[in-house]
Structures are given as structure tokens and as C-alpha cells.
């Protein structure tokens, strides 16, 4: 009834206008609306038009103009882009691709090869090449096969056909890292940048040969920094970069380098299933640099080691057990710095170096801390009762 009493108020004032000068609305108003008229529908054109667009705004269609309040800046999709080639060609002659070959043994006695393909990057001129442990060696077992360690290793560079023979230098499985190394000399090698100085929504660029598809790159940003993931078939934790570039299988061992073409992470893995996308994940840069010298170097990693196999004990099972909160000795290595120390099974750890611990991983972080000979204090309690026991850390 409101909007419909309005509507009448206005009709009503118009006709009493038009009775009182009939000649003002078509000697004025009439002209003036179909002038005004006239140009709207020129302008519209105009627009419709780009170059012409162009002209009458004084701008090019490669800059947007993004207004967040108050404040408007232009940014360059030619800018954008030119990013991007840089950036691939700098870092494209330093990806290889990696073909594995593997032997599969059936339990019904049949034997037979698999193929897998990777990627790497190149860290020498004179042929060693950084890549993911998982790469080069895929061994798993079920009920009905075994994939052995790879008995063929082939590397392709970046434009060119020649597969060169590779051997494996070192491999380390605890941080998923391997090197392996061709006889050739003159390559080119990556230029490696600080991970830690990453900032999320960086611009990344990701390289390597998804699915074969060898020296593609995708790009996208820094999704999130030190995430940390879990391995689901080892258990081992990773803290990693997050990033939306496409990462797909082939991908692993590749780069992931930012707007100045240095190498920032190492292409590792992605999420997938229904209702996922853009979700992988790069070991970052920083992290790998010591334990690829010591793969080049020794061969593996070496790593301090208690000797113990413990179980966590969180409030309620401590409870249940008439224990107490920490970890659960639920077993001693022989010849093990646990057994020489005087750990027993039974035992429980709850404090390692001062600092108290409920689990394995609180346990680890804080010995992964020391190297091979350091000494370690760790508070137990052994029938209810506490005491300090000090351990010298052995090699793994």
C-alpha cells in the first residue's frame, strides 16, 4: 500500500506540471534528455570497442586497476608475464628427468620390471643431481609382490634426447632426499635461494616432468610456510612448504623457485582425492643443503641414536596403567647408548635434557638437536620412583 500511494503522489505532481507550462517539456526537457541520450549510446559503443576503449581511458588492457578503498594500484599482466618466461629460463637447463627401472618379484614366482619417472636438479656442473629419496628407491612389499631397490637409473637433460647413465650417491629416507650423479661436465647448475625469507602469496614457480611431460613448468604462490605433514606409511613428519602450482606425479625431485628463478623448495608431493586441488607441498631449500654434502660426501646420513622402542603414554592410558605421563620403554636395542646407559624396558622418559617430554616425536626433536658423542640427560621413572640416567648418543 506504501510503494502503491508514492507512485500515484508522483504521477499526480507530473500531470500538474505539464498543465502549467505545456511548451517547457517539449522546447527543454525533451531535447536536452534526447542529446543526452545520443551521447550515452555513442559512448557505449565506444567502449565496446578496445582500441578506441583504450583511448578515451588512456590505458592499456595489460594493466588492472585493483581499488581496495581509498587507495587504487595498477598491475601488469605483461609484467606478470615476463616474470614468468625469466624465470623459465633460468631455471629450465638446471631440471632433468629421471627414468627408473625396477625388478618385481611375484610371490608366485614370476619376475617382471616396472618403470617410474621423476625429476632433479642439477647442483654441479660437473654432474650431481639433487632429487627425492622416493624417486630412486620405491621398495614395497604386499601379498602378492616385491619391488626391489632400482637397477636402472637414466637422466635426461633439458633439451636433449641422450639418456646418460646415473648411479646413486647417497639416499636418505628420513628426509626423503637423494643424490645421484651423471659423467658430464659444462652443466648448469641451480641457483639456490633462502627459503626461510619466503613470505606467503610469493609468486613460485614449479619445474620438472609431470607424467612424462618433460621441462613443464606451473605456477602459482606460497600457500603457507613450515607445514607440517605426516607420512602416512612411515610415520615420518616433514615441515614443508605449501604451495597451489600444479604438482603432479613425475614432478617429485623437481624445483619450486621463486620470482628470481633461485631454487626454494623441492617438489615432494600433493594432496588428492575428491574435492582436493591446488594443495602440494616442497621440502624447503634450507633444510637439504647439509644433508646433501654428506650424501656427496659419505654416502648416507649420519644421526644420533638412543636405542629405544617406546610407546606414548598420555594421561588416560597412564592412568589406566598406574604410570605416569611420557614415554614407554617398551624395548632396548642390544649394544645400543640405551642398554650401555642402563635403560630398562618398563622404564618411562619424562624429560630429556631438562625439558619435559609426553611423546616419541618430543623425544626425537630434542636428540635430532645433537650429533653422533653428545651427551644426553634423560630423566626416567622406574617404579615410581625418578632418576637421571646419561647416555652418549651412537651413530644410527
Known sequence: ??????????????????????????????????????????????????NIRNKILNTNSSNISITPGPVSTSISTTDYSNTSISVANKILPSIVGISVEYTVNSFFGQTSTAQASGSGIIISEDGYILTNNHVINNT??????????????????????????????????????????????????????????LQV??????VGNPLGLQSSISVGIVSAKDREIKDSETGTKYNVIQTDAAINSGNSGGALVNADGKVIGINTLKLSGTGIEGIGFAIP??????????????????????????????????????????????????????????????????????????????????KNKHSVGDKLTLKINRDGKEQEINLTLQEE
Open 1 to 50: 500500500m506504501e510503494n502503491n500511494s508514492n507512485e500515484t503522489i508522483y504521477t499526480a505532481v507530473s500531470s500538474e506540471k505539464k498543465k502549467k507550462n505545456p511548451t517547457f517539456f517539449k522546447s527543454v526537457i525533451m531535447p536536452f534528455f534526447c542529446s543526452g541520450l545520443a551521447t550515452l549510446l555513442v559512448i557505449g559503443v565506444c567502449f565496446g570497442v578496445p
Open 140 to 197: 614395497s612389499n604386499n601379498s602378492y609382490y616385491q619391488i626391489t631397490e632400482a637397477n636402472n637409473l637414466k637422466v635426461t637433460l633439458y633439451n636433449d634426447s641422450t639418456k646418460y647413465d646415473a648411479k646413486v650417491v647417497g639416499s636418505d629416507s628420513q628426509t626423503d632426499l637423494a643424490v645421484i650423479k651423471i659423467e658430464k661436465t659444462g652443466l648448469t647448475a641451480a641457483e639456490l635461494g633462502d627459503s626461510s625469507a
Open 201 to 206: 602469496g610469493e609468486f613460485v614457480m614449479a
Open 285 to 366: 631449500i634450507d633444510s637439504t643443503v647439509n644433508v646433501y654434502k654428506e650424501l656427496i660426501s659419505n654416502g648416507k646420513v649420519s644421526r644420533p641414536y638412543i636405542g629405544i622402542t617406546g610407546i606414548d603414554l598420555d594421561a588416560d592410558i597412564a592412568k589406566k596403567n598406574n604410570l605416569v605421563e611420557g614415554v614407554y620403554i617398551k624395548s632396548v636395542d642390544s649394544f645400543s647408548s640405551a642398554e650401555k646407559a642402563g635403560l630398562k624396558a618398563g622404564d618411562v622418559i619424562i624429560e630429556a635434557n631438562g625439558t619435559a617430554i609426553k611423546t616419541m616425536d618430543e623425544l626425537n626433536t630434542i
